[in-house]
């Protein structure tokens, strides 16, 4: 059975940075892909960044300010965010998705809860 459980969010100052992390269980990233999602109220679900055993993939607007990293041992995936900005201000999703060669979408496999992320003054 496969679980995703994100946890890192918070209210955070512009410029200010968090880390994300989504324990996984049930399945393994040489055969799953894995990646945060991201929904701003009133706004269409977006996806941020991804990784697998062959790639990673980061959304225009977060590159140089967000890095995604990966702990076995622990089956667990980070999204480190630096330079938060106010537009980053989103449910933020771990998801994860049955191949390596897909692109993000909703139509992904599995979800988790989801974690709050504001960044405001």
């Known amino acids: 059975q496969v679980q995703l459980v994100e946890s890192g969010g918070g209210l955070v100052q512009p410029g200010g940075s968090l880390r994300l992390s989504c324990a996984f269980s049930g399945f393994t990233l040489d055969r799953y892909t894995i990646g945060w999602f991201r929904q701003a109220s009133g706004k269409e679900r977006e996806g941020v960044s991804s990784i697998n055993s062959i790639n990673t993939y980061y959304l225009d607007s977060v590159k140089g300010r967000f890095t995604i990293s990966r702990d076995n041992a622990k089956n667990t995936v980070y999204l480190q965010m630096n330079n938060l900005k106010p537009e980053d201000t989103a449910v933020y999703y771990c998801?994860?998705?049955?191949?390596?060669?897909?692109?993000?979408?909703?139509?992904?496999?599995?979800w988790g809860q989801g974690t709050q992320v504001t960044v405001s003054s």
């Open positions: 998801a994860a998705d049955q191949g390596l060669f897909g692109t993000m979408t909703v139509l992904w496999d599995y």
